[in-house]
């Protein structure tokens, strides 16, 4: 039996309601319109929204410096809603997974650059 929940909720729902060992159950609401396009059952692993975020959410920050070269150290954000994401190339489901992703981590994706 598989659980369904959201992509932006589903980390802490999978926490809260399973031991860790039923956590592969888990799918996202991306999976299930991914498997209904295909007309298949998808591998959880084709995509990382497919299941929930196992990384705490949202980000509170990234760690600034660590392993870059010091004339990116200046350009790393301190603060993950400070990112700025842009993406092209995708289809209309993968760009609204895109979105839910970085909803999911605490960022906020404009409109105009997906």
């Keep these: 039996m598989l659980s369904l929940t959201t992509a932006c909720s589903g980390a802490e729902l999978m926490k809260q309601e399973a031991p860790e060992d039923e956590h592969?159950?888990?799918?996202?609401?991306?999976?299930?319109?991914?498997?209904?396009?295909?007309?298949?059952?998808?591998?959880v692993d084709e995509n990382v929204t497919f299941r929930p975020l196992s990384v705490p959410t949202p980000?509170?920050?990234?760690?600034?410096?660590?392993?870059?070269?010091?004339?990116?150290?200046?350009?790393?954000?301190t603060d993950a809603s400070q990112l700025f994401v842009a993406s092209s190339g995708l289809d209309l489901s993968e760009q609204t997974w895109v979105k839910r992703l970085l909803r999911a981590l605490g960022m906020f994706a404009h409109a105009y650059i997906l």
């Design 24 to 43: 592969h159950k888990f799918r996202t609401e991306c999976w299930v319109e991914r498997c209904i396009f295909e007309s298949r059952i998808c591998e």
């Design 59 to 77: 980000l509170a920050g990234t760690v600034t410096g660590v392993g870059c070269p010091i004339w990116l150290t200046s350009l790393i954000a």
